[in-house]
């Protein structure tokens, strides 16, 4: 028998070295994944950390991630602009334009047909295209637009037309559903995405924010009134051939506007060159561009409308303490200046007379006794030493007699001349006149009850109530009597004057103002129309004075929005003028 290979009672010594090394092998493998479970494990804490933080962090901040790219499909670019009651006046919105891409083909010319022939097709579905223009666009051979907003139903029918470097990119464009209506407020966005001229401009970081993108700017607007109101200052300017116009509604207790028009105005859905610029000849000729605010730009000297100030700032200061006392009205010599008025009103008149014929020489005579430095006090606390208060950025600088006002001075700036400022100063001033006594700063901004300003007081109660009673007399019985509407107690002044040219005033272009405001009684609303430059004509009876064109505008315009801002005609209420009216023989001649 063989022996055998390994004596009995021992082991192997190299069967029991790969059993060991067997053993390691095993722990080890154990060891890692260990490892690896406990640093996917440590992974998980921590991003379920980070995600709880996070949490936490957004619950008290408030503050949301951007969704990317598709929440930026979703939401606008630039969120909306609406009016007091909600109607909106700009929005975005996603279209197609129309772009000449000439690289679409990768071989020989960019388009199929010749350019004559593709300028041809597109003219037949947007005959409102400029043929050179477009033709100059197709043969330069660079990328240009042709056309932007384009209905669906015309993108495809510049498809048929089989070119591939016609394309239509999906953009978005801001759009203003009531067109021109309110042009000058709202402004327009440029090709950049950038407001410009109106509200746009003043709210353009508001309204590209996160928070602006998904909600809306809400104006002190009131659409249907602005429509009435442009409206009529258009009918007016027809009917008076007068080169522009304007016009404001204010509400007398929080400054807020409700209208506000400067004619002619701009589309800003499709804005021109020549709506921002004009020719160095038009200037010349006083004309301004379409986009030019008349309201809040441009400064003028409104003539008489300033007599009813000067008196209040008289009432206060107590230099009129006796309405019915007679001033002189004879022509006034100051140094080598001769002031007169319109017409004869006798060798005297008393202060409601005065408003009543609107009497430049009764009216120095009482700024002469007031003195310059108390007229200039009450004019500072109206604001007309400063830009108008409002948010829109064009905003006039008044033309202000700086430094000490000498005598004569003082008595052209009492009934509306050698001072000029924009038509939004005298709203803002004329609600002062009627509500008490305060003076608030105009806004475009819808209000809350807890947000209108408490504003600063520059008349008294009484002389506020006694200058009511006069305002609502010059309609009854003076110069603003083609301003009256039935029922609803209109009070105001009208204003005549020469504008000012190269060399001196210009004797045949006046700025033809009314400023009113309704009902006297209780006043809400004042009413502002300016003509500029009225041509006496059949409809205005040859006259070019503010009697016979602005006033006419407030008679209309009053019964179209009162009712529509809650005040109803009332035929058997009014304002008790009772106390005043054996002062005043009824009727007058003047402006």
């Known amino acids: ?31 890692t994944a260990k490892a690896r479970m406990l ?46 009651n909600g109607v909106p006046l700009a929005r975005d919105f996603r279209v197609y334009s129309l772009w000449y891409n000439p690289k679409a083909m990768t071989e020989g010319s960019a388009l199929i047909h010749s ?77 950049y995405g950038k407001g410009k001229v109106g509200m746009e401009e003043a709210f353009n970081d508001q309204l590209i924010s996160p928070e602006g993108r998904t909600g ?27 080169k522009g116009a304007a016009g404001v509604v204010l509400d007398v207790d929080s400054g807020e506007i409700l209208a506000l028009a400067s ?44 007599k009813p100030i000067t008196v209040a700032a008289a009432l206060d200061a107590g230099v009129v303490t006796d309405l019915g006392k007679q001033w002189p009205a004879t022509p006034l010599h100051v140094g080598r200046f001769t002031i007169h008025d319109l017409h004869n009103y006798g060798a005297s008149l008393n202060v409601p007379e005065t408003l009543i014929h609107s009497s430049n020489t009764v009216t120095a005579r009482i700024a002469d006794e007031l003195g310059g430095v108390r007229l200039k006090k009450t004019m500072e606390a109206l604001g007309m030493n400063q830009r108008p208060y409002v948010e829109l950025p064009a905003k006039g600088f008044p033309i202000w007699p700086r430094g000490e006002w000498p005598r004569l001075r003082t008595m052209t700036v009492a009934y509306g001349h050698g001072i ?16 008490g006594g305060i003076w608030r700063p105009a806004t475009l901004k819808k209000l809350a ?21 006069l305002l609502r007399m010059i309609v009854q019985y003076g110069t603003g009597r083609k301003a009256d509407a039935p029922g609803f107690r209109v009070g105001g002044k009208t204003g005549s004057a020469e504008k000012p040219g190269v060399g001196g005033y210009r004797h045949h272009s006046l700025i033809a103002t009314f400023a009113a405001a309704f009902p006297m009684d209780k006043p809400r609303y004042v009413v502002i129309a300016m003509m500029d430059e009225p041509q006496g004509t059949a409809a205005t009876s040859y006259q070019r004075t503010a009697a016979w064109n602005a006033a006419p505008v407030i008679q209309r315009v009053v019964p179209r929005i009162g009712p529509l801002l809650g005040v109803m005609p009332d035929e058997t209420r009014d304002i008790d003028t009772t106390d005043l009216r054996p002062l005043v023989p009824q009727g007058s001649d003047g402006e």
Request: no cysteine.
């Open 1 to 31: 028998m063989n022996a055998p290979a390994f004596p009995l009672g021992t082991i192997p010594t190299t069967v029991s070295v790969g059993r060991r090394r067997l053993v390691n092998v095993r722990q080890r493998s154990l060891l």
């Open 39 to 84: 640093w996917i494990l440590a992974v998980f804490m921590l991003v379920t950390v980070l995600a709880i933080f996070r949490i936490v962090y957004l619950g008290f901040t408030g503050v949301g991630p951007r969704q990317g790219d598709l929440a930026d499909m979703l939401i606008p670019a630039r969120g909306d602009i609406v009016d007091r």
């Open 115 to 191: 350019p004559e022939e593709v300028t041809a097709g597109l003219l037949r579905i947007f005959p409102d295209l400029d043929r050179d223009e477009i033709l100059a666009k197709l043969r330069a051979g660079k990328p240009a637009y042709l056309r932007k907003s384009l209905l669906p139903e015309d993108a495809n029918k510049v498809h048929a037309l089989g070119e591939p470097a016609l394309e239509f990119p999906l953009e978005a464009t801001r759009f203003y559903p009531q067109g021109s209506m309110a042009a000058h407020v709202l402004g327009y966005v440029d090709s």
């Open 216 to 242: 809306h700017a809400t104006l002190s607007i009131d659409f249907r009134v602005q429509s009435a109101l442009e409206d009529e200052l258009a009918r007016a300017m027809q009917l008076s051939a007068a």
């Open 263 to 306: 004619l002619p105005s701009f589309d800003p859905n499709h804005v021109k060159p020549t709506d921002m610029v004009i020719s160095a000849e038009e200037a010349r000729n006083g004309d301004v561009p379409h986009g030019f605010n008349r309201v809040t730009n441009q400064v003028y000297e409104l003539g008489s409308t300033f």
């Open 420 to 435: 000029a400022v924009t038509p939004l100063h005298l709203a803002s001033a004329y609600a002062a006149l009627v509500n």
């Open 449 to 469: 009850p807890a947000d209108v300003p408490a504003g600063r007081r520059v008349f008294t109660a009484a002389t506020s109530a006694r200058v009511r009673q």
